[in-house]
């Protein structure tokens, strides 16, 4: 790096971290050559690097420069995700990494995701970023060459997602403890059954001597209308009596309680449902046992450690998860309707 690349650096790192105050004086080019030990030619490039990045602003006469009383920001973050067709959860994903980019002074751009997806991800390269967030959708094609993080799905080399797994363990406990052996677990996720909500859900029911309760899976076609009639006929029908279901999410679960609420089925005295993701909607029909997992939160982190990364490419990669909270624990779950009395504890 050269001399005036390398003052120009420093002096903007005073600006930004506030060492500068807006609308203070900065060191003349005299003072900046003699503190420096530098030419004032390469001093007066130094400065004028500043004023091309609205950082400062110079005076008439002897007023010299002096720091920009509204700074502009340090750079662009693209965040790539299907806002239109996700609604509430992405929405705050979105209004989380805002609040964070807000808070470091840099701009968010959010690109709504279209096909094919290597073409948009090298407009997106091509906008005036320097790094991406992304959700529920592929990773930036080899050719990207900006930091990226993927946000609520752990894969890839950075990432920030919910504590999914311990989700699956508190739903799980809960279910346990309300006396509950044969839960039926419903899931649109192609996910494997180790990993995720629905691994840590099978995880901690077999490590409290349920045998294969993988066996009371029942999948639903990704992105197809539910047939929740077909689905609860599959359950009723089953060799063991299934006293509740855990769900893959609140969308589910709202499915399914409003189709027993229409034959009849009292929930949670009859049979009980537990959701994941705590759809506000859906909780404002129906309060329901579900687990909370903070996704302005998630939003925040992701696109502050993606800003420390874009600021220090040697931190190390972004693996974090999240945690979680099952909220309404007794709304939609309560003791299973076969066991008795006396050992019932709600």
């Known amino acids: 790096m050269n001399k005036e690349n390398e003052i120009a650096n420093l002096m903007e790192k005073f600006i930004r971290e506030g060492i500068w105050k807006a609308g203070s004086k900065i060191p003349s080019e005299y003072e900046l050559s003699e503190l420096y030990q530098i ?8 400065v004028a690097k500043l004023e091309e990045k609205g950082l400062i602003f ?8 002096k ?11 693209a965040y790539r995700l299907p806002l239109l067709n996700a609604g509430g959860f992405c929405s705050q994903l979105l209004k989380g990494a805002q609040a964070a980019a807000r808070a470091a002074n840099y701009d968010l751009k959010y690109f709504e995701f279209e096909f094919p997806e290597d073409a948009q991800w090298m407009r997106i390269a091509n906008s005036g970023i320097c790094g991406a967030l992304f959700t529920a959708c592929a990773p930036p094609p080899k050719e990207f060459s900006y ?43 192609h996910m494997d059954k180790k990993q995720g909500r629905i691994g840590g859900f099978i995880h901690t029911m077999t490590n409290n001597g349920i045998n294969h309760p ?13 047939n929740i009639h077909t689905l609860w006929e599959s359950i009723s029908s089953a060799k ?29 005295q009859d049979f009980s449902v537990c959701g994941f993701g ?24 992701a696109c502050s450690k993606l800003i420390e990364l874009i600021e220090n490419p040697d931190c190390p990669p972004i693996q974090l998860h999240s945690p979680v909270e099952l909220i309404n624990p007794r709304s939609t779950v309560a003791a299973a309707p076969d066991l008795p009395p006396k050992l019932r504890t709600n």
């Open 214 to 226: 993988e066996k009371l899976f029942f999948p639903i076609p990704q992105n197809n209308e539910i």
């Open 39 to 46: 030419n004032r030619k390469t001093a007066n490039k130094a």
């Open 278 to 301: 705590n759809m506000q909607i859906g909780n404002q029909i129906m309060p329901l046992t579900t687990v909370r997992q903070f996704p302005e939160t998630i939003g925040y982190t």
């Open 67 to 77: 720091v920009a009383l509204n700074l502009p920001p340090k750079g662009a973050i």
């Open 240 to 268: 063991e009596k299934i006293t509740g279901a855990f769900c893959f999410s609140d969308t589910i679960a709202m499915h399914l309680l409003l189709h027993l609420n229409s034959i009849g089925i009292k929930v949670p």
């Open 147 to 189: 930091p990226a993080a993927n946000v609520a799905h752990d894969i890839g080399s950075n990432f920030v997602n919910s504590n999914n797994f311990d989700g699956g363990r508190q739903a799980a406990e809960l279910f346990l403890a309300n006396g509950h052996r044969n839960v039926a677990i419903i899931s649109d996720s």
């Open 58 to 65: 110079r005076t008439r006469g002897r007023g010299g420069s």
